[in-house]
Every structure is written in structure tokens, then in C-alpha cells.
């Protein structure tokens, strides 16, 4: 999970759906969780879901994310807390990838975090693993 810099909002959204485009043009069209380039299905994610309270439309509370990633993580966080968020931590420092694409949390203060949000993703999903993906991944 890549660390993203979004700056400030360009505008003022009536639909979270807007600010697609501009997100994009600011941390580029990739999933902020997977990494994984994205050329259609590419979705606004609410970082904390709008079933929990999150603000739907508030550029603080969007990221872009694929289906997939978007799918996984649905409503299950209440909040921003006990997670790593690429535009809010530096997720470079929690993170251990493989050559193969396997993630792993590092041996730092955050570790818990780190793991915490693996699970949240799924981004241990990898063939060959305990956590093998389904059919539909």
C-alpha cells in the first residue's frame, strides 16, 4: 500500500461519485489499498463507510479503490482508528512485500495496525496460502 498525497479538496462534491476524476489526477489510477492499476470499475471509497457514520461526501473520507478491495473491505471498520491509511500514515514503513506479491506487516510500533488492515483488505489472499482467494478473485 503505497503512501498517497491528496492535498486539499478542489471543490465541493453533491455526489461522491464526482470526485472520481479528481482523485485520480491527484494519486493516480490505482487502488489506494492493492496498488493494482485500475482502467474500468474503478470505485470512490469511503475510507470509513457511510453505514458507520462516515461523511459521504467529505474528500477527507474518499480514496479510490478497485472493486475487489472495496468488495473485501465493505463496512466492517467503524473508523480510521486501529488501521493503516495511505493518505493519512505512512504506510511505506508498515509494509513488507514479496517478489511474488505477498504482503506482510513489519516489526514496527504499528505492526498491529499493519495486520489489522491486511485483514480489513484482504490482501493476504494469495494462491497457495491459507487465505487462497475465491472463484470470483
Not at 463496512?75 to 511505506?92: C, K, M, V
Amino acid at each position: 500500500m503505497r503512501a498517497v498525497l491528496k492535498g486539499e479538496s478542489p471543490q465541493t462534491y453533491k455526489r461522491y461519485q464526482d470526485a472520481r476524476n479528481d482523485l485520480g489526477s491527484r494519486i493516480d489510477w490505482h487502488c489506494s489499498y492493492c496498488e493494482m492499476a485500475i482502467t474500468n470499475m474503478i470505485e470512490v471509497e469511503h475510507v470509513v463507510p457511510t453505514a458507520n457514520g462516515g461523511d459521504p461526501l467529505a474528500w477527507e473520507n474518499l480514496l479510490l479503490s478497485c472493486k475487489y478491495c472495496n468488495t473485501v473491505k465493505g463496512a466492517r471498520n467503524l473508523s480510521r482508528e486501529g488501521y493503516i491509511w495511505p493518505d493519512r500514515d505512512n504506510s511505506d514503513a508498515a509494509f513488507d512485500y514479496s517478489e511474488t506479491g505477498g504482503i506482510t506487516a513489519k516489526d514496527t510500533p504499528v505492526r498491529a495496525e499493519a495486520i489489522a488492515t491486511i485483514g480489513l483488505m484482504g490482501l493476504d489472499r494469495n494462491p497457495g496460502t491459507s487465505h487462497e482467494p475465491s472463484k470470483a478473485d
